[in-house]
């Protein structure tokens, strides 16, 4: 028996693990406790050392101070106050009136403020509860299909998990050991990539089902001109002049900012992007300002309406980013400057109060413990899992699978996709990423790349039964019998669970479809990265001594006693190179002699 448990400890080490969360124990106790008792099983059994968890103390505490996961909390609050102030109520009703007019159009609002509430409130569950008791009503009102509402309602909540600034993409990047920064870079294009082919499937469905996704009818557009007009020009030539100033930045970023940051190499790419669109929103902005103080007339409603509501949250959110993008600020410095962001917002629209600011400093602390204690937990396993040689276990477990680094990445995520099915995202990035991390990284994966795609990956699991979270989120929140609607006065049936579920199926296949072109396109993420200087490793920093045959170093060396006011010591014999000793010692000894001669 002894001899059993000794030779397969890793897969019974799994097994507990995986038997212990079923039972629905806590996951952050669960790994603790499978950790250290199996830890003390395998002392017992003579595997490991009695010291085993003498550095455990250490290891937590250096969790505690790591600065990184400083930007958590930071980001937390900045998305908590901004979602609390009303922000993602105004953005509904405005972008629904800009896309209105078009079939589709308000599910293309709900995507491109699911990608908005993703930049600034990281929080899945604000999203979709924000978006479902706002949007969902309207849509079954005008006579959106169900499974179209709920399904672009779902998957877009779920685009915090894609785009930075995302909570998962801080913690991937501590487990993989890589710059937040690099992975908030490297995911910014798969992430916009996934909201673009959220839009051309609903363009698909307007063009193919137009009954499915109906347009706004005029009576419901209220942003209009006293002519009549829908402002829609207005706002396109305000969109043109801010694109051309964007573009004209775009073209001058680098003589610019490059000698500001003391830097050689070419910008990068989203450095150009973020900063441009910075630009263009601070010009539309001051043009909005310009019209309304000025009573110009030049700029309509409804224009007037997107800038006012639009524009601030994108500029917090692009300032916020550049700086990370620019080496300004650390991540961590970046959700700080967010927060701050977040309050002055909130208070210029009259929302921000003490209930509020308790709200979101209770909310932030909750789920700033929760992400530590699985963090520590996750800690405890890892020493068990690699005093038993468990890396190695797991590399051996890839060894056989066909196809080498894409093999390899297939398997990964058909194993993440699963799991996701049952256990939280926080929860695989804790248990699974760290296991196989080292195995990718021995076969040249560069992590970066894996961690933009196990993100990505993630992302499906607020989408799959059985434990869907999103699919939850929408589910409390949409009508759970028959109501008669306020403005219509019609009888609207209940949506059942069936209709939110299979709501989902679609983006599920488009984000393993997005998955797949990462996977298949690794320039998307790592291009971005390889203009960024290289910062050298003090690893690889050599030191070596001069070797006693360079006459001229030991004379530059006496030269300097001599101008100090010191004595010069006795020049040491020659020795052949082969049999000299350290040339520093010999110089100190020459000089202990003669100061023994001193009177």
Known sequence: MLEFFTANFVPILFVALFAFLLTGFPVAFALAAVGLLFGFLGMEAGMFQGTLFQALPLRISGIMQNDTLLAIPFFTFMGIVLERSG???????TVGQVFGPVRGGIAIAVILVGALLAATTGVVAAAVISMGLISLPIMLRYGYNRTIATGTITASGTLAQAIPPSLVLIVLADQLGRSVGDMYEGALVPGLLLVGLYLLFIMVVAIVKPDWVPALPVEARIYREDSGASGHKSLLVLIAIS?????????????IINPLVGRELPAPGDERFILSLTVASFVALGLALANRALRLKLVSKLAEQVTFVLIPPLILIFLVLGTIFLGIATPTE???MGALGALIMAGARRKLNFKLLVQALDNTAKLACFVLFILIGSTVFSFTFNAADGHIWVEHLFDKVPGGQLGFLIVVNILVFILGCFIDFFEIAFIVVPILAPVADKMGIDLIWFGVIIAMNLQTS???????FALFYLRSV?????YKDRITGQLIPAVTTTQI?????AFIILQVIMVGIVMWKPGLVIDNLDNKPKIMDPSTIKFEAAPVDAPRTDEDMMRGFEQKGGTTPAMPSPTPPAQADDPMKAVLDAMKKDEAKKP
């Open 462 to 468: 607020f989408l799959t039964p059985p434990f869907g």
């Open 501 to 505: 579920y299979k709501g989902s199926i």
């Open 87 to 93: 922000m993602a109520e105004d953005l509904l009703e």
């Open 478 to 482: 949409a009508a759970k019998s028959d």
């Open 334 to 336: 970046g959700g700080a």
């Open 243 to 255: 694109g051309v100033a964007g573009f004209l930045w775009s073209r001058v970023h680098q003589s």
